[in-house]
């Protein structure tokens, strides 16, 4: 089974300045690894993932991750974030049997 | 192409009535979800599905039922509702199991 840890449930951020949101995860098996973005009101939409290959995966609405099998984290990054932004952000991990485990989401706040 | 939609978007129950909540995706995918969105928990998968006819038991399955009848088509019950029951509710599809999930828009439920 595995089990996902976001570490912080709200960041605050300035406009234009970079953000990072951590995850970390447990699993005894090979994991596909997974950001998704939830603007208010909205359903989740997916940032990006990594299935396989390199471990620096690029998204949408130029957010990154960065994939580290030793320390078992795939935390987010954006260099310089806008208003648009302001959303929930939720990490998620699953194994080859596709079932999603998803961590309990981090509130970014942007502000001018 | 109209993706995942959800039926109805917002409902008030009281407790001890039925209802059911229509999920329909028109992307042809096997596999179909649905999770409860909670503050603080993330979201929890209740049931899926991994193809026409299938349902299987995620991880808080007690008190839905499911039903596949139709490829494009997710059912998710609730016979006898309780105020633990009010969350959000959302569903999803994947074409293949461990990659991307498309969600709707989500249905707000409230159990009095």
């Known amino acids: 089974a595995q089990s996902v840890t976001q570490l912080d449930s709200q960041v605050p951020v300035f406009e234009e300045a970079p953000v990072e949101l951590r995850c970390n995860y447990s699993?005894?098996?090979?994991?596909?690894l997974f950001w998704y973005v939830q603007y208010p009101n909205q359903g989740l939409q997916l940032l990006l993932k990594y299935l396989s290959g390199s471990t620096l995966v690029k998204g949408i609405n130029g957010f990154e991750a960065e994939f580290n099998k030793s320390q078992t984290s795939f935390h987010l990054r954006k260099p310089s974030v806008h208003i648009s932004d302001t959303a929930e952000y939720f990490c998620?991990?699953?194994?080859?049997?596709?079932?999603?485990?998803f961590g309990a989401g981090t509130q970014v706040v942007v502000t001018p | 192409n109209a993706g995942v939609t959800q039926t109805p978007k917002f409902r008030v129950l009281k407790t001890g009535q039925s209802m059911t909540l229509l999920c329909a995706q028109d992307m042809n995918h096997e596999y179909m979800y649905w999770y409860r969105q909670d503050p603080g928990m993330g979201l929890r998968l209740i049931h899926y599905s991994v193809g026409e006819g299938t349902t299987a038991k995620g991880e808080v399955p007690d008190g839905y039922n499911v039903s596949r009848l139709k490829k494009q088509n997710f059912l998710l019950g609730l016979e006898s509702a309780a105020p633990s029951q009010t969350s959000v509710y959302f569903c999803a599809s994947s074409y293949v199991r461990a990659d991307t999930q498309y969600f709707g828009p989500g249905t707000r439920l409230t159990v009095l």
């Open positions: 699993s005894s098996v090979s994991v596909y």
């Open positions: 998620a991990v699953t194994d080859s049997w596709g079932k999603l485990q």
